[in-house]
Structure formats: C-alpha cells, structure tokens
Nanobody, 114 residues
Framework: VQLQASGGGSVQPGGSLRLSCAAS??????MGWYRQAPGKQRELVATITHTGSINYVDSVMGRFTISRDNAKSTVYLQMDSLKPEDTAVYYC???????????WGQGTQVTVSS
C-alpha cells in the first residue's frame, strides 16, 4: 500500500487546515493520522476503522475531525482551532486488512504560528 498525503501548511492560531491521504488500493483496516513534533516521539492523533469507529487523542478532541471515503481509499483530517502545540509533521497510516502491517505516508508539515 502506498499513501500520498497532502494539505499541510502554515496557519495562524485559531485557523484551520484539512489534510488528505489517498491509498493506492482498497483499504479494509484502520486508517489514521499521527504526528511528530521536533524533539518528541511520534504520537497518535486519530484513527478510524473501515466501519467508522473513531478514536482521538485527548488533546485534539473537539477540534479535529477524522473521516474516510472507502470508495476513494482516502482518509481526511479536518483541523480547526489550531494551536501552536499542534505544530508537527503529520503522517497518515493505513492497514490493508485489520491485522496487516501498517503502511505510512511521507509526512506533511503543519505549522501554527502568529
């Protein structure tokens, strides 16, 4: 599975960005977004299963929304009310099937700064 992420950029605090990640084939397992800030470990942001079950890290709850279009094998991350601490490289992740090894996208930079 190959993943192509897009949609990163720079925005002021309180702004919004929408990330997209398209997979090269059908995805029947979970898809998700992770992020890695400078000097920190990669952390889970949000995941969504093929049937739509969603999980968020507490720090983005109520501000970020994950969704997926199974027909397009694409996962999205709508990020609202962005904060400087959301600054990181965001990576998408997908499993072909539930117990497959996960594939990773190339990462897209999100910078929140005034």
């Amino acid at each position: 599975v190959q993943l192509q992420a897009s949609g990163g950029g720079s925005v002021q605090p309180g702004g919004s960005l929408r990330l997209s990640c398209a997979a090269s084939g059908s995805i029947f397992g979970a898809m998700g977004w992770y992020r890695q800030a400078p000097g920190k470990q990669r952390e889970l942001v949000a995941t969504i299963t093929h049937t739509g079950s969603i999980n968020y890290v507490d720090s983005v709850m109520g501000r970020f929304t994950i969704s997926r279009d199974n027909a397009k094998s694409t996962v999205y991350l709508q990020m609202d009310s962005l904060k400087p601490e959301d600054t990181a490289v965001y990576y998408c992740n997908a499993k072909k099937y539930q117990f497959s090894v996960a594939s990773w996208g190339q990462g897209t930079q999100v910078t929140v700064s005034s």
